[in-house]
């Protein structure tokens, strides 16, 4: 089970920083990557990062503003975020795998809720 959480509303240029926590399996075995969505549109890849917390991926349109971390030890994974724009303004899923810290939400098993976060301009 993932909950995540720390979404609200932000300025343009603040930061906000989504936490994603996780029970009933061993987190330290899970692939972990934040995803979001629109109203009206796809689902699309934010960040991933693999068992070890060594590889992190980003989507091109977070490169340089977002970076995404885990903690093992408290089965969480975070996602910071600077420099939003208003275009940022989705709802956030943490998601979980086994197979693979892909970018592609196919190879994903466990998914939160979602945190809605909306940026003003």
């Known amino acids: 089970q993932l909950q995540a959480y720390g979404g609200g509303l932000v300025q343009a240029g603040g930061s906000l920083r989504l936490s994603c926590a996780a029970s009933?399996?061993?987190?330290?075995?899970?692939?972990m990557a934040w995803f979001r969505q629109v109203p009206g549109k796809e689902r699309e890849s934010v960040a991933t990062?693999?068992?070890?917390?060594?590889?992190?991926q980003y989507a091109d349109s977070v490169k340089g503003r977002f970076t995404i971390s885990r903690d093992n030890a408290k089965n969480t994974v975070y996602l910071q975020m600077s420099s939003l724009k208003s275009e940022d303004t989705a709802v956030y899923y943490c998601?979980?795998?086994?197979?693979?810290?892909?970018?592609?939400?196919?190879?994903?098993?466990?998914w939160g809720q979602g945190t809605q976060v909306t940026v003003s301009s």
């Open positions: 009933g399996r061993t987190f330290s075995s899970l692939h």
């Open positions: 998601a979980a795998s086994i197979y693979a810290d892909s970018l592609v939400a196919a190879w994903y098993d466990y």
């Open positions: 990062i693999d068992i070890s917390g060594g590889r992190r």
